[in-house]
């Protein structure tokens, strides 16, 4: 399908309205937290070019932060696939409505290919801009920064959740660390991936006279969205989720940050990091099969772009429902790596433009 049909330029068009600038401005008092904000959603499928969705489908935090960057390496390069995801709400009468979904098809090699075909090509792609990238184990044997921050990490694949489950997978060598904004599904049972990771990553900056570098990749099956609580933290009268199957590499958590001298630190967001973020979903539709309801076990397959179904629980009493979302491993293996390749060529290209 060709990116610029009628449809999709649409999209795209939204996009450009509705994304921030290229870059943010400096705060007045620089106490961060320097966040992206989310655009409009783009459908894609493998082979469309998502260079010609304009510089606001990446928001970077500043604009200097990478100048002079002449070499790398790479301490963190991990991408989250979404296998289970839920969300509830309650009302002011304490009905409930509570939806789940659970992903079906890809298996946890599909997913640790995806993962090590993107690192291949991430490399192949940040080479050809002249930057040096110091393999990681030249890079352990030189800086104990970097020994300290492998020491803090955890093994890939790192599984963790329960109703909202995630797999973490990272090339052979890697292990895994969050870092100070993400926190997606960070918990307190990971802390020590997280606190202080910003301490060895500065001293291997300085060891290494390299920049640090990391990359985070998130993919998602399922939109859901929860009715929250209103003004004052009161509970909305009737308990809503609305929710809908959705193949998606998520915006803002999906990025591309490089640590170095130039960079600016701050207190939500330690350690001088530049960062390259996602601004918008990027939707792959083709690859779903079916969306089967298990709770009654009826299978609802759906229409339209980026849904195979679309449903709003809950208007009263407590309510739970459960939903299996199959995809087409093949087809959809396709689409997230030719999604995640495209955003890595977008971000390299403006990392490359700002040194």
């Known amino acids: 399908m060709s990116f610029w049909n009628p449809l999709r330029a649409g999209l795209a068009c939204a996009v450009l309205a509705a994304a921030p600038a290229a870059h943010a401005a400096k705060p007045l008092i620089n ?3 320097k966040t992206a904000s989310a655009a409009a959603p783009i459908e894609f499928a493998a082979g469309d070019d998502l260079s010609k969705a304009g510089p606001g489908l990446i928001w970077q935090n500043e604009k200097n932060g990478v100048k002079g960057l002449r070499q790398v390496v790479i301490a963190s390069f991990q991408v989250e696939f979404v296998m289970n995801a839920s969300a509830a709400s309650t009302g002011s009468s304490f009905q409930q409505s509570k939806v789940s979904y659970t992903l079906s098809g890809p298996s946890p090699e599909d997913m640790q290919a995806i993962t090590d075909a993107y690192y291949a090509k991430f490399v192949e792609q940040l080479a050809a801009t002249g930057v040096t990238i110091i393999p990681l184990q030249d890079a352990l044997a030189r800086s104990p920064g970097m020994v300290r921050l492998m020491n803090m990490a955890k ?7 329960g109703a909202n489950r995630s797999g973490f997978y990272s090339p052979p060598g890697y292990k895994f660390y969050f870092t100070p ?4 599904i960070r918990g307190v049972g990971d802390s020590m991936t997280t606190t202080g990771s910003f301490v060895p990553e500065e001293m291997a900056m300085k060891e290494l006279d390299a920049g640090v570098l990391g990359v985070r990749m998130v993919v998602d099956f399922a939109e859901i969205e929860a009715r929250g609580r209103g003004v004052l933290g009161m ?10 199957a959705n193949v998606a590499l998520l915006p803002i958590d999906t990025q591309l940050w490089v640590l170095t001298p ?9 350690g001088h990091r530049a960062r390259y973020a996602l601004t918008s979903p ?4 083709d690859s779903i099969v079916s969306a089967d309801d298990t709770t009654t076990r009826s299978s609802k397959i759906g229409d339209g772009v980026a849904s195979a179904i679309g449903i709003m629980a809950g208007v009263g009493g407590q309510k739970t429902r459960t939903y299996e979302v199959t995809v087409d491993p093949a087809v959809w293996s396709r689409d997230v790596s030719a999604a995640m390749n495209e955003v890595g060529k977008v971000m390299i290209a403006r990392l490359n433009a700002d040194r």
């Not at 904004?181 to 997606?184: A, E, I, T, V």
């Not at 130039?262 to 330690?270: C, E, I, P, R, V």
């Open 31 to 33: 106490l961060g937290p």
């Open 155 to 161: 093994p890939a694949p790192y599984i963790r959740g």
């Open 181 to 184: 904004l993400d926190g997606r």
């Open 235 to 244: 509970r909305p009268p009737t308990a809503r989720v609305k929710s809908k």
């Open 262 to 270: 130039q960079a600016k630190s701050t207190m939500m967001d330690q």
């Open 282 to 285: 990027i939707v792959m539709p």
